[in-house]
């Protein structure tokens, strides 16, 4: 099958691979119609996710057709299209049972390399690294499915694929950053990152009773998509002072809740920002924390603070005295994918929302490369790319 193959920084090519295999009882074999790059994939293109190896398959936002099943797999049958979460869960251990399916204790066979840096593992990921169980990803043909008696999720056939392929991930990320904030009646929240997860966490956030929204990126396309299709009041962070915005906007009181959708590559405009450059090219620092310390400094008092997006490693300078003394609230974690999908199936089908909106480009498998290269330096105008088998 053709799939494509990481083989280093900036390094990504559509290779031939072998076809995946069934390999246990719990496995399925999924033809790919639909399969998508992810800002998470950045993060390997870029170069900050370690124990990648060459030749491994990215992707982690995939859908597709079944077209074989191990024994034990009774939820789905050989023609349905389903759609696949990104985290990979057992359905039966502790974590799991209490529907923290990103937590799973049985689905990452190497544990043990997370465990020496972060304490514990999280479960499984397709497609991202060795760290999270070296699972080959969905860029490609066909993917092995481990656990699909529990993972997958039938779609009806009067859904297309872009309405339904984000299910995957970013739409669940999205709401889950939203459902983490705590939104009453009447709140303001405020979203750092105007992607294509900042875009879900903005349209969740109205879904679960926001009053306001207010988001901050600065590539124009971003910024006019989530003032158009999600309603958001948007703000370059290059042109303004973002805690000086907050508080005129909120009459000084700041944001009931802050999202920070941007994560581990962070770009910033003040000192602190060339600081965290500097310490990341030298591997003093793993991460580049600036958004997160504008939404510590600009979450009101009391306020809740939602991390969407990925942080890997260590950061520094980090506000921590004005995030306890200000009493903040902190929800944070890979998504429980699992736990959303009927959920937010449900308001698809019933019209709520359309997640197609963030399809800018839909390419080819065979031009995955260029994809990438897009996607990463935002040309094109390019907010999310869908490739097609």
Known sequence: MKAVCWHGTNDVRVETVPDPKIINPRDAIIKITSTAIC????????????????GDILGHEFMGEVVELGSAVKNVKVGDRVVVPFTISCGSCFFCQRDLWSLCDNSNPNAWMVELQMGHSP????GYSHLFGGYAGGQAEYARVPFADVGLLKIPDNLPDEQVLFLTDIFPTGYMAAENCNIKPGDIVAVWGCGPVGQFA?????????????????????????????????????????????????????????????????HGTD??????????????????????????????????????????????????????NKGLTFKMGQTHVHKYLKPL??????GEIDPSFVITHT??????SHGYEIF???????IKVVLKP
């Open 202 to 266: 903005i349209k969740s956030a109205y879904m679960l009773g926001a009053e306001r929204v207010i988001a901050f990126d600065r590539i124009p396309e971003r910024l006019k998509m989530a003032k158009e299709q999600c309603n958001a009041e948007v703000f370059n962070y290059e042109e303004v002072n973002i805690g000086e915005a907050l508080k005129e906007m909120t009459g000084g009181r700041g944001p009931d809740a802050c999202i920070d959708a941007v994560g581990m590559e962070a």
């Open 123 to 126: 479960a499984g990921l397709f």
């Open 271 to 324: 000192l602190m920002a060339f600081y965290d450059q500097v310490k990341q090219a030298v591997r003093l620092e793993t991460d580049r924390p600036t958004a997160l310390r504008q939404v510590i400094v600009s979450a009101a008092k009391g306020g809740h603070v939602s991390l969407a997006g990925v942080y890997g490693g260590f950061l520094d300078k980090i506000p921590m005295g004005s995030a306890m």
């Open 39 to 54: 800002g998470s994939d950045l993060h390997i293109y870029n170069g900050y996710i370690p124990t990648m190896q060459s």
């Open 345 to 350: 199936l449900e308001r698809i089908q019933n």
């Open 363 to 368: 390419l080819p498998l065979e031009q995955a």
């Open 376 to 382: 990463k330096h935002k040309k094109d105008s390019c």
